[in-house]
Nanobody, 127 residues
């Protein structure tokens, strides 16, 4: 049984940092790219950041580029999202996900390419 568990969400003031973590269990995730998506109330789920299975390739949404950093701990089978200079528009439920294709060369930003999802963690940024 594949399981992804996010943690680290909460309430933060605009301009502040927050770090999200996602722990994976149930299969060997070392060979799969991982990503973060988010969904704000009344909006569709959108891509935030993704990292390749080996960790050497990272992609970001334009809205978070230069503010967010995605990383992964191969040994612990976990992925993190360091969020800096947070803005009220970053408020959303954040989800981590794993790729459906093993050892995909470049990480994808399409949610349809990700087969396993966590339950989400709420991030609220106050102005």
């Amino acid at each position: 049984q594949v399981q992804l568990v996010e943690s680290g969400g909460g309430l933060v003031q605009a301009g502040g940092p927050l770090r999200l973590s996602c722990a994976a269990s149930g299969r060997t995730f070392r060979s799969y790219a991982m990503a973060w998506f988010r969904q704000a109330p009344g909006k569709e789920r959108e891509f935030v950041a993704a990292i390749s299975w080996i960790g050497g390739s990272k992609i970001y949404a334009d809205s978070v580029k230069d503010r967010f950093i995605i990383s992964r701990d191969i040994a612990k089978i976990a992925v993190s999202l360091q969020m800096n200079s947070l803005k009220p528009e970053d408020t959303a439920v954040y989800y981590c996900a794993t790729d459906s294709i093993r050892t995909r060369r470049r990480p994808s930003d399409d949610p349809a390419d990700f087969g396993s999802w966590g339950q989400g963690t709420q991030v609220t940024v106050s102005s």
